[in-house]
Each structure stands twice: as C-alpha cells, then as structure tokens.
C-alpha cells in the first residue's frame, strides 16, 4: 500500500481537519507513515494565527524542496489550511515553493481526494482555494487519532473580526451545521467507544442553525447521549457567553468542570481597540457567574502581551485581572502582527523588548496561579481519562482530568482509553503526578 504522512499545525480545528485528510486518503487506499520521508503523499496543513507557526512551516517545506533538490524526490506534497486563503502566501507558494503538487483551503478540504488525484493522473499541479463560502462543509468520515474521544465540528469561520485576528479571512464566515447532524454523529461516535468529545468552532457560543436551536440546547441534547461520559467545548467569546450556557454548568452532569474563556487583555481600553465587543467589567461579571453556578469550575484563558498602543497601566491591568480570576493556565502570546489585519497598520507597535518584559512579568503570574491550582488536588484521588503513553517513562501513561489537568499516571497495567482513579502525589506547575488506585 501507498503511505500518507500529515504534519498539522496549529489549533484543534486544524487537528481535527487533518483527521479529515487522513480519512480521505485512508479511504483512497493510503495507509499512514509515522516517517514523512517514507510517504508517498505528504500534507503539509498549516496555521496563520501567529508568526511562529509560519516559520516552522516554511523551514519545515524548505526541507523537503532540499531533498528533491538533491536526489529524485517523487512524493507528491500537499499544502492546506488557514496559510494558502491569504494572498501573499499563495504568492510565496507560487514564487518559492512551485514545486508544490497540491494546493487547498480550509473551505475546499473536501475536494482532496479529487485534487490528489488529477495530479496523480495529469501529472498538472493542482490549486482549489475559495474564500468566504456559504455552504458548511460536509464532514467525512474521519481517521480518529484517539479511539475513545474525538473532535466534532458544530461551527465553522468567524464574524468577529478582532482587530490582531486573520482567522475570519482564512476560515470565511460563521456557519453552523445542523443541530441533528451534530448529535447524530455524536451518538455514533459513542457507539463505536467514544466517551469524551470536543465540540469545535472559533465561537462555539454562537451556534444556531437553521432551525433556531441554540449552543446551549445542543449541550443539554447531547449530555443525554448514552455512552459517553465527558462533554467538553472549544473556543468561546464572553461576548456569546449566555446564562444558558451557564446554567448548563449546573444541570449537564456530562459537561466538563471546565471553560477556556480568552481574554486576551485585561484593559477595557485595549479590548475596545482589539474590536473584542466586552469590556473588563463584563468578563469579571461572567467569571463570577461561571464560579457561582459551579464552584470548582477550572478555568483557562489566552492573553496577548503588547498589543499596539498598550500602556504600563492598561498591561497592569492584564496583571490584576489574572489575579483576580486565578486561572488554572494560560496560553501567553508576545502580539506579532498579522499582515491583512486592521491591527498590524496601528501606528503605536510596542517595541519587542518592552512586550519581552511584560511576557516574562505575565508568566510568573500565571505560573504561580497554576501551580497554586494544582497543589490544591494534593493526596486527593481524581477521575483521569488516559490519552496515551507519558513522556516520563515507559511505565507511566498520560491523560487529563475534568477540569482539564494533565496528569502523568504510574501504572503497571496498559489503561489508555479508560476512566481511572488516580492518587495525587505531586503537583508541578505544567503537570501533575499519580498513582493508579
């Protein structure tokens, strides 16, 4: 059989995206390659949400344009996702990478099949990028990389357009599938194993199909699903974060302890200017709810240090509010900015050093937030669904409690894909340890 490799960048959707691709092509005849050198058809999909994952992809395809460079390279190599909807990249594609097979969008994902092979049979380059569409994409059958949880799209695209974000211009416009195809598929999903899902859109919150029905009335419909056990959700905006939803916190016994509510600044001025359409005292009041309708709620959020015009003040801001939230974690980003955003053309960029500081002055917060958060599961026993094998050694597994703690297990026994009890022991600032009970 033919090999297929797939290096994914980026978010969840990309992930659950490259689940797509791997299904199509396993349904092509392809079997996966652990090593890309070894594939026959190499996909490349890639994330344009900051500066850092564009260069990795660039070195990453530079590697491979060395290689056929210097000996008769024939695997065909693909290039897909959030990078090629934007201009300048199918430009640099074009210029410094012509060499590429197979050119695709997030909106044309389910033209793949077609694309690969009228390069197999032509032997012409392919290119299918369509921006803004209105049709929500069909969702295939997909190569799981977990047996036991998966991915599910329930949105796709976004119409907030903050002001630093490219993502309403690579993923198009907010579109919603349909309320009974989301549980239908969740509750195949759970017949075949699955006992935790990830309900996936840029704003889950503002599902609504066509019928009227709601993000929080697909919660309620699938916390009802026999089988499966957690029920988890990414990404939301306070702004469409409802007392609905809240009141889910309360009464879905499925639905994770458990909310990743970015913030990205702590300053109403600075959120007025990232076009984020809430303001510090609105998120205060939802984080207080949230607490209210569930008190050992975990909550996590993204941060942007530096964004242009930030003042010392406005970044304390930022600082008090961590404080006063007391996240379990944070993803911190340094602003890069993001060519084709409103954003990146403001005349008052931070220079790197000062946002260089402000990053490092963040992080010990965060940090010490987190590692206070973990220390108060300390010699308490937990519920962790194990993903897989730990990093730390050969007799140790890995997974994530239901406020979304990641806990390294030891265990003499094979336990990935199960519902375990587990013994603190010692609790880290990124991790906390176990002992299977």
């Given at each position: 059989m033919k090999k297929y490799h797939i290096i994914t960048f980026g978010c969840q959707m990309n992930e659950h995206d490259s689940e797509n691709v791997a299904g199509m092509l396993e349904g092509m005849g392809y079997e996966l390659s652990e090593d890309p050198y070894k594939a026959d058809v190499v996909v490349f999909n890639t994330c344009s949400v900051r500066e850092h994952a564009d260069k990795r992809f660039y070195g990453m395809l530079g590697q491979f344009k060395k290689r056929r460079d210097e000996s008769k390279d024939t695997r065909i190599v693909c290039v897909c996702g959030c990078m090629p909807q934007q201009?300048?990249?199918?430009?640099?594609?074009?210029?410094?990478?012509?060499w590429v097979d197979v050119v695709f969008g997030t909106q044309t994902i389910g033209e793949f099949p077609r694309l690969l092979n009228d390069r197999i049979t032509t032997g012409k380059k392919q290119f299918s990028?369509?921006?803004?569409?209105?049709?929500?994409?069909?969702?295939?059958?997909?190569?799981?990389?977990?047996?036991?949880?998966?991915?599910?799209?329930?949105?796709?695209g976004c119409n907030n357009f903050c002001t630093y974000c490219i993502v309403p211009y690579t993923r198009g416009r907010e579109k919603s599938r349909s309320f009974f195809d989301v549980v239908n598929e969740v509750k195949k999903l759970a017949a075949d194993?699955?006992?935790?899902?990830?309900?996936?859109?840029?704003?889950?919150?503002?599902?609504?199909?066509?019928?009227?029905?709601?993000?929080?009335?697909?919660?309620?419909?699938?916390?009802?699903?026999?089988?499966?056990?957690r029920i988890r959700f990414m990404t939301s905006n306070p702004k469409d974060l409802s007392e609905d939803l809240i009141d889910c916190y309360r009464t879905c016994d499925k639905l994770c302890k458990h909310i990743h509510l970015p913030v990205q600044s702590g300053s109403s001025s600075v959120l007025k200017r990232m076009n984020r359409r809430y303001d510090r005292e609105k998120?205060?009041?939802?984080?207080?709810?949230?607490?209210?309708?569930?008190?050992e709620i975990a909550i996590t959020t993204d941060i942007i240090v530096g964004f242009p015009g930030e003042s010392e003040e406005e970044f304390k801001d930022t600082l008090s509010l961590v404080e006063y939230?007391?996240?379990d974690s944070a993803f911190t980003f340094i602003y890069s900015p993001r060519e084709g955003t409103p954003a990146a053309g403001f005349n008052d960029q931070i220079p790197y050093d000062v946002k260089h500081e402000r990053f490092e002055r963040l992080n010990e917060i965060v940090n010490n937030c987190s590692l206070k958060k973990n220390e108060k599961l300390s010699d308490k026993t937990v519920k962790v669904l194990v993903d897989g094998a730990s990093s730390k050694d050969d007799k140790s597994y890995s997974g994530r409690t239901d406020g979304f703690k990641l806990v390294n297990i030891s265990s003499g026994r094979d336990i990935i894909g199960q519902l375990v009890d587990v013994k603190i022991t010692d609790c880290k600032t990124f991790s906390i340890d176990g002992i299977l009970v």
């Open positions: 201009p300048r990249v199918q430009e640099e594609i074009k210029k410094s990478f012509a990028i369509t921006a803004n569409s209105t049709v929500v994409p069909d969702e295939k059958d997909s190569k799981r990389l977990h047996k036991h949880k998966a991915l599910v799209n329930i949105t796709y194993g699955v006992i935790e899902v990830m309900l996936l859109g840029q704003n889950v919150n503002s599902f609504i199909d066509d019928e009227g029905n709601t993000f929080p009335a697909l919660v309620r419909e699938i916390n009802k699903i026999n089988g499966l056990e998120y205060i009041d939802i984080i207080d709810k949230l607490k209210e309708a569930c008190p939230v007391g996240y």
